[in-house]
């Protein structure tokens, strides 16, 4: 059974930071390729930052570059974001993703 369980989210002021986490099991971590997306009330989920297996190439939509890290740890089946620098409209539920699972979600607020 794959399960995908994300932590770490919360309420922070702009300009603070929060690290993500995702805790996956029930299927080869250290083989596959995993995201994080989110998405706000009334728009469509979207692709925030992407890892391969090994940890060697990622991937960021440009409104999060510079600010964002995905990284993972393949002995611990973890992947996670660490955000920096927060910005009000980083404001959303976000989410593990390794094709086709979805992680429940975790609430990031940014607002003072």
């Known amino acids: 059974q794959v399960r995908l369980v994300e932590s770490g989210g919360g309420l922070v002021q702009p300009g603070g930071s929060l690290r993500l986490s995702c805790a996956a099991s029930?299927?080869?971590?250290?083989?596959?390729?995993m995201s994080w997306y989110r998405q706000v009330p009334g728009k469509e989920r979207e692709l925030v930052a992407s890892?391969?297996?090994?940890?060697?190439?990622?991937n960021y939509v440009d409104s999060v570059k510079g600010r964002f890290t995905i990284s993972r740890d393949n002995a611990k089946n973890t992947m996670y974001l660490q955000m920096n620098s927060l910005k009000p409209e980083d404001t959303a539920v976000y989410y593990c993703?390794?094709?086709?699972?979805w992680g429940q979600g975790t609430q990031v607020t940014v607002s003072s």
């Open positions: 890892i391969d297996p090994a940890g060697a190439n990622t």
């Open positions: 029930g299927f080869p971590f250290s083989v596959s390729t």
């Open positions: 993703r390794r094709i086709p699972f």
